[in-house]
């Protein structure tokens, strides 16, 4: 794999709630000049991203239901067309935990297949990842949910907001980003049709290249650039590929 072919795995992240307009004007020229896959910005955002990659090859990515997913599904329906009538192409939402978390699982597949409604009938070839917050989640309801999301017709599972923070028993903070066991178990049940984007706490080569191993289709971070230049002084990851 070259430098150019792993940039073009990133989703390019700036989703910090004090992000300025000058941080996303530079995140679209970081896009830009590295050849990443999309941005990944507030839905407030998607207009200036819009404009700013207009004519590129590079997706304008925003999210829906972030970072909680507990808005009801007509308003993420609602935020999902009004970013794509913005300028967006890809949405990742964030499905209902705690549907997950009380087996409401049919409940679950038409909150997801209400956004994937919402945005076929906006536009065509918009991509909607279902971000499943796997830190909340035990094995069983991570397969569940991705089985809901392929139901849906969503394109991608994904596993992470990157903003959750669940505490263990003893009261710590439990790892809230992506794991290679996760993205594994999440591959293994969507099958090779859909995509798996792996989100959370990726900030080096060595992590990134370890999720595109699991199975990873699309990798979101705020470490793109870091990624990227650090690929030529990886020699031992890229061997991997």
């Given at each position: 794999m ?11 992240t700036?989703?910090?709630p004090?992000a ?7 995140l679209c020229?970081?896009?830009?000049r590295y ?19 207009a004519?590129s ?16 599904t ?5 935020e ?8 967006a ?8 935990v ?6 409401r ?9 209400g ?5 076929r009938?906006?536009?065509?070839g ?7 917050e ?7 309801e991570?397969?569940?949910?991705c ?5 849906a017709g969503?394109?991608?599972v ?7 923070s ?6 710590q903070t439990?790892?809230?980003?992506a794991?290679g ?5 999440m591959?293994e ?6 995509g798996?984007k ?16 699991a199975?990873?289709?699309?990798i ?9 230049e650090?690929w ?9 590929f």
């Amino acid at each position: 794999m070259t430098k150019n072919q792993f940039a073009s795995y990133i989703d390019h992240t700036l989703l910090s709630p004090d992000a300025k307009s000058a941080q996303i004007e530079r995140l679209c020229d970081e896009a830009l000049r590295y050849g990443f896959a999309s941005v990944c910005v507030n839905p407030v955002y998607v207009p200036l991203a819009a404009q700013k990659l207009a004519g590129s090859a590079v997706k304008v990515c925003t999210v829906i239901g972030f970072p909680l997913g507990a808005s009801t599904t007509a308003a993420k329906m609602f935020e999902a067309a009004d970013a794509i009538k913005n300028g967006a192409s890809e949405i990742d939402m964030v499905m209902d935990v705690g549907a997950a978390k009380d087996g409401r699982f049919s409940a679950l597949e038409d909150d997801i297949a209400g956004v994937v409604r919402s945005c076929r009938q906006t536009a065509a070839g918009i991509t909607v990842k279902v971000i499943l917050e796997t830190c909340f989640l035990g094995d069983d309801e991570i397969v569940s949910a991705c089985l809901c999301a392929k139901k849906a017709g969503a394109d991608f599972v994904k596993t992470s907001t990157g903003f959750a923070s669940p505490k263990s028993a003893d009261g710590q903070t439990v790892f809230n980003g992506a794991t290679g066991h996760h993205i594994k178990l999440m591959r293994e049940t969507v099958g090779a049709e859909m995509g798996v984007k792996a989100s959370g706490g990726i900030r080096d080569v060595r992590t990134a290249v370890t999720m595109l191993e699991a199975g990873a289709s699309r990798i979101g971070t705020s470490s793109g650039v870091i990624l990227v230049e650090g690929w030529d002084e990886s020699a031992d990851v890229r061997a991997r590929f």
